[in-house]
């Protein structure tokens, strides 16, 4: 590939990640992203195959951040109990999805994703929101002396992301928190709070 082909399927990706994570995938046209790229309309066939294809390639690009947010959410636990672990990973996974920073565009096009699916859904959920699951579910369960596959973990790992992802969204954290920010401090103050309740949810259960 020359470096005039490299230099437009950067600026297509690049503007094709913006407007599917503006408007979805449904509601951008091939000709707006190459207008938005100041590429000639046959640049999407050249380079992705068709509008499929890039968003595909669009897809990749922000699941190989997704997976390395989870990856250090759970480097951060190593080595440590269960309880730590948990706490370890939502402390990460807050900083480097609501921390300074962080790429709002990926939250986005998830969320168009999951509004209004695409058949490229099953590959996010394989890829990134079952090995999560499967992470949290094995520090859940090994808290609550159960089974992974208990409906009790299930519940509780989906509390816990549920939590997560509530905050992710800033514009609705800032209106119920008004001294919500993305700075460090007051991350870490969220991510305990996250841990605290989810944790005592937890023991509850436990001990019920």
Known sequence: MSLKDRETHVRVLTAASRLFAANGFEKV???????????????VNYHFGDKEGLYHEVLAKAMETMRATTDAARQAGTGGSSEQ???????????RVVGQGHDTWIHQLMA?????????LDLVIDQVIRPRMAYLS???????????????????????????????????????????SDDSSAIERLAQHIAEFSLGGIRSLKTA
């Open 112 to 120: 168009h994703e999951i509004a209004d699916p695409t058949p490229a």
């Open 85 to 95: 672990k948990l706490r370890a990973y939502i402390r990460v996974f807050l900083q």
């Open 138 to 180: 094995d520090l859940v369960a090994d808290i609550l002396r159960l089974p992974s596959d208990d409906e009790r973990v299930l519940r509780c790992v989906l509390s816990i992301q549920s939590q997560c992802h509530a905050v992710m969204t800033s514009a609705v954290s800032r209106r119920f928190m008004p001294d919500f």
């Open 29 to 43: 046209t091939v000709r707006e992203i190459c207008r938005a790229a100041e590429a000639n309309v046959a640049a």
